[in-house]
């Protein structure tokens, strides 16, 4: 393989190393926002569920259609909460396929440098061996 060619595909798997960081950290920024939200959330419908306890508990003379919502406005907080859970679920496999992806390029990117390396290291080499054949050549010429 060409040295040219070697070094464009150096190139190409530096740049592709570079996004799928990029990818890694804005997947592990997303799935914070999403475990932050899904926190304040929770901790907003428990805040909620205390109220409509206490309202059901102290019988203050709420309108009993308000009542008759309580349940039904908490089986709507657990289904949000599911839906936050299957959000949550799929950020994670999304990064974990992208901490995947990145583990591939750097690894891809590695034998591409040592690739690089060793074609550079043989060239200097063969350069080294013809220097050296130039040398034992004008050493072992008769002299005339």
């Known amino acids: 393989m060409q040295l ?3 070094l464009l595909l ?3 798997a530096s740049k592709k190393a570079a996004h799928t960081a990029r990818m890694v950290t804005e997947q592990q920024r ?3 926002a999403e475990r932050e939200k899904k926190s304040l959330f929770i901790a907003h419908a428990e805040q909620l569920g205390e ?7 102290t019988e203050t003379g709420c309108p009993a259609y308000l009542m008759q919502a309580v349940p039904v406005f908490q089986e709507a ?3 949000v909460i599911q839906i936050q859970d ?12 992208a901490q995947s992806a990145r583990q591939e390029t750097v690894t891809f990117q590695k034998q591409v440098d040592h690739l690089v390396t060793k074609h550079q290291e043989r060239q ?3 350069r080294d061996e013809a220097e050296q054949r130039q040398i034992d050549d004008l050493c072992t010429r008769r002299r005339d």
């Open 30 to 32: 997303r799935l914070q």
């Open 77 to 79: 907080m657990k289904n």
């Open 51 to 57: 109220r409509s306890r206490s309202w059901i508990g």
């Open 4 to 6: 040219e060619t070697l």
């Open 124 to 126: 200097r080499k063969e």
């Open 86 to 97: 299957e959000a949550l679920s799929k950020l994670q496999e999304t990064h974990r396929q």
């Open 10 to 12: 150096q190139n190409l």
